[in-house]
């Protein structure tokens, strides 16, 4: 079977992420959700519900008081706050496992999305932008192909390194060359597999192309500076490392100057080990 033909079949047998997360996303694309409605999702599940509220109570969140309810929670930080955390720990169970092809250790594609998830709400609050938790979910789901990628770069690796080595292409591009398929063209393919929206799937796909991204441009170039600081600050660097195109015209665009970008990293470098304590996650030497 040829790869591109392996990884459409795997697709349909990939785990899901928990379908309390796609319910969340769906109530708050309608802008139909409701404290009671988010409420009695979440309460269907008692560990998510759990492990929710820890994070809510995280020192990164920094409430002035400990709250013991989702509802609580929600008149606390905001609907669109809570469901971020949520997708936050549905993401999760995929996210830290170990990408050999990738050579990412255990945990550190799960702190870079999440990281990264965090740096694009920063962005996205700076940017006035209007669809935030579009924006936050979509920059922690965008290396979920990596996920299913995983096996199919190992198995090739040679062969993708000596075209970035040799040829001067992007990862990206070498993956698509190789393998047929590059990660954020899978995780794209995902996003529908799992019913987000189209608006999802079209951030997700071109989140290292986002001047390709028709109407979801502006929300697709925020994640996409998100993941390069994340890149820059050395958090879940593996194999693909900074091999990737960089795309000036997007900073020209976002009007972010060189050090509106250092500024950002400082900020956000004063949080990082609040946010390593709130996913329990061990700091990396480089971190």
Known sequence: MKPVQEILSEIKHFDPIPQIAVQCMELIESDKASLQGIADLVAYDPMISADLLRLCNSAYIGLARHVESVREAVNYLGLNRVVELLMVQCGRSHLEKAQAGYDLARGELWRHSAAGAFIARMLAEKRQAEKRHLIFTAALLKDMGKVLMDHHVHDDFIRIQRLVAEAGHSFR??????????????????????????????????????????????????????????????????????????????????SLTARDVQLIIAEFGVHLNEIDKMLGISPSPAA
């Open 173 to 254: 591009e070498a993956e698509k060359a190789v393998i047929g398929m590059d990660h954020a063209e899978l995780g794209g393919l995902l996003a529908r597999q799992w019913n987000f929206s189209p608006q999802m799937a079209a951030i997700i796909s071109h989140h290292h192309q986002p001047l390709a991204a028709g109407e979801m441009e502006l929300e697709t170039m925020l994640v996409y500076v998100a993941d390069t600081i994340c890149m820059m600050m050395g958090i879940g660097v593996g194999a693909d490392g900074l091999a990737y195109r960089f795309y000036r015209e997007v900073l020209e665009k976002l």
